[in-house]
């Protein structure tokens, strides 16, 4: 089982949307949950974290079920910019980030 | 803006040879890491360097691979004999605390290395 999984994608959705993207993550010792978005042939950018509480912000919410080992990204009121590739990351173990292959979104007018 | 700068930004190589990626973390990090990322695959961690020497690494970074923070600002990614599988996008990061803490791993805009 892969590390870290994700939905292949890609999404495309027109301007407005609500879009949730799905994760699942195989270490159960798993600390630290993110997501980070990588626009096309660029570097990766922190989104947010993700807490066990779940967190939100502006049109962004995370959330994390540690019993299921699943992480999600919900995405309200979508933009053109927000097209890119979304990234699950997570430390299966000491301090290196171990990325999912990511979901491509579209956001079309 | 601190940002982390990596040189070179393309570099072509025959097969076999030795190359040197460099970069520049933000000067007040303390770890350093490598990554990679053949088109169209994930961003595959490398290694992490804290306090002057390997903190983990994965792997793919096997023998052919070294690291090095010559002085007090740069630091390098080696590959002694190149290989066809090696051509990909380089990514430095670096970040204040451990990655896993804070997540907030800073990338440099990458080094895209091609292996003929």
């Known amino acids: 089982r892969k590390e870290v999984e994700q939905d292949p994608g890609p999404f495309n959705v027109p301007e407005g949307a609500t879009v949730a993207f799905n994760c699942t993550y195989s270490?159960?010792?798993?600390?630290?949950f993110f997501w980070y978005r990588q626009d096309c042939r660029k570097e990766p950018k922190l989104l947010m974290s993700?807490?066990?509480s779940g967190n939100e912000d502006g049109r962004f919410t995370a959330q994390l079920n540690r019993a299921s080992q699943y992480i999600s990204l919900l995405i309200r009121d979508s933009k053109l910019s927000d097209s890119a590739t979304y990234l699950c990351?997570?430390?299966?173990?000491?301090?290196?980030?171990?990325f999912g292959k990511g979901t491509t979104l579209s956001v079309s007018s | 803006e601190p940002e982390v700068t990596q040189t070179p930004s393309h570099q072509v190589t025959q097969m076999g040879q030795e190359v040197i990626l460099r970069c520049v973390p933000i000067?007040?990090?303390?770890?350093f890491y490598w990554y990679r990322q053949i088109l169209g695959q994930k961003v595959e961690f490398l290694v992490s360097?804290?306090?002057?020497?390997?903190?983990?690494k994965s792997e793919i970074f096997d023998d052919q691979f070294s690291v090095e923070r010559p002085d007090g600002s740069n630091f390098t990614l080696k590959i002694r004999s190149t290989k066809l599988e090696d051509s990909a996008m380089y990514f430095c990061?670096?970040?204040?605390?451990?990655?896993?803490?804070?997540?907030?791993?800073?990338f440099g805009e990458g080094s895209r290395l091609t292996v003929l």
């Open positions: 990061a670096s970040s204040e605390s451990g990655g896993g803490l804070t997540g907030e791993l800073f």
């Open positions: 270490n159960s010792a798993s600390q630290s």
């Open positions: 993700v807490y066990s």
């Open positions: 990351v997570v430390t299966p173990r000491g301090t290196a980030l171990i």
């Open positions: 000067s007040n990090h303390l770890y």
């Open positions: 360097f804290y306090n002057n020497e390997i903190s983990e």
